[in-house]
């Protein structure tokens, strides 16, 4: 089938302004679009710049916006996005060229939340122990990759750069909910503050994003809850 | 075996408290303005309300107490949402405490018009 891959460029050394080149490409349905980037760069302008790294779905380098939404273009196979393809960077976060964009701004806000196991109990002879059901509590949550793909879908956040985003608050639902840590008061208090989970306006464009399929609007109402309650249950 | 709940003292900012506020008028709002449009847009008829009818209704002091509440929590909703939209747009903290004050002021000015005008009452030409 015939493709045609509209593709953001820019690169702010060199160029006044963005601009979208066009290449005609010959693809099969079950191509991904990443192959179809990889053609691209291979075949036809070798200076396209974007991110990947595993090129199967467990990396998260290449969120970009796949035809106005959010999507990894290693996950994302042809057949699923049309003839017409646009690809263009995450909104949010400043571009550095093409399809990459600074990360700094999230992974900053991701530190933010302390996303690490703490518990100063001496540490036991074996495992520190958890029921089936506890570590169910806090399963969805771990499955998120850092593509940014809800941070940067999130209209919050493109208004309102220093709010803390969908996916810091995720990964600190992942430790506040762990039966075996002890630092949910703290991370709970930071997420409390004026850029924490009160500016979410649950328009449930992070949920629609998440190519990990987590139900991230419903983690940062259960953050809210145990925020006003004081309730990890 | 049921999880553990476990009980946490995070500090609380004024950020929290604004976002509950904004959820307890939320639920009185659909207290007070179902009834509102069930009785005034479907029995009785917005084309039927006229000054004599208000001055009939306001009569009971309990009328004037539900339309007050009604005014009250959908207005303080609505100034609270206003405050939040500011909020994303305005990003120096002397920027959102100046917002948070102006709204605050025109919220109490107006609330209290309305209070007053509520109190008042209806005046019938002649009466």
Known sequence: ?233 | MATKVRNVRPAVSSEARWWLWMRITGILMVVFVFPHVIIKDVIVGVHNIDLNYVAQVWANILWRVFDFLLLFTTFTHGMMGLRQVLMDYIHSATGRRTVTWVLGILWFVISLAGAIAIIGGVQQPGM
Not at chain 1, 11 to 36: K, S, W
Not at chain 1, 78 to 92: H, S
Not at chain 1, 167 to 174: G, L, P, Q, T
Not at chain 1, 188 to 214: M, Y
């Open chain 1, 1 to 233: 089938m015939k493709v045609t891959l509209k593709v953001f460029r820019y690169n702010p050394e060199t160029d006044q302004r963005p601009r979208y080149d066009i290449f005609h490409l010959e693809a099969d349905p079950n191509d991904r679009v990443l192959d179809l980037l990889e053609k691209v760069k291979a075949e036809h302008d070798g200076s396209l710049a974007y991110r990947r790294s595993c090129a199967h779905g467990v990396c998260g380098s290449d969120g970009m916006r796949i035809n106005g939404r959010n999507r990894l273009a290693c996950k994302t196979l042809v057949k699923d996005v049309g003839t017409t393809i646009v690809v263009e960077p995450m909104l949010g976060l400043p571009v550095q060229k093409d399809l990459i964009v600074d990360m700094e701004p999230f992974f900053e806000a991701y530190r933010k939340v302390m996303p690490w196991f703490i518990n100063n109990d001496p540490p036991p002879e074996k495992e520190r122990l958890q029921t089936p059901e506890e570590r169910a509590r806090f399963d969805d949550t771990t499955k998120c990759i850092l593509c940014a793909c809800c941070t940067t879908s999130c209209p919050v956040f493109w208004a309102d750069g220093s709010y803390f985003g969908p996916a810091a608050i995720v990964n600190a639902h992942r430790f506040i909910f762990d039966s075996r840590d002890q630092a949910a008061a703290e991370r709970l208090s930071i997420l409390a503050q004026e850029e924490g989970v009160w500016r979410c306006r649950t328009s449930f464009n992070c949920t629609e994003a998440c190519p990990r399929e987590i139900q991230i609007t419903k983690a940062i109402a259960e953050v809210k809850r145990a925020i006003i309650t004081g309730r990890l249950d």
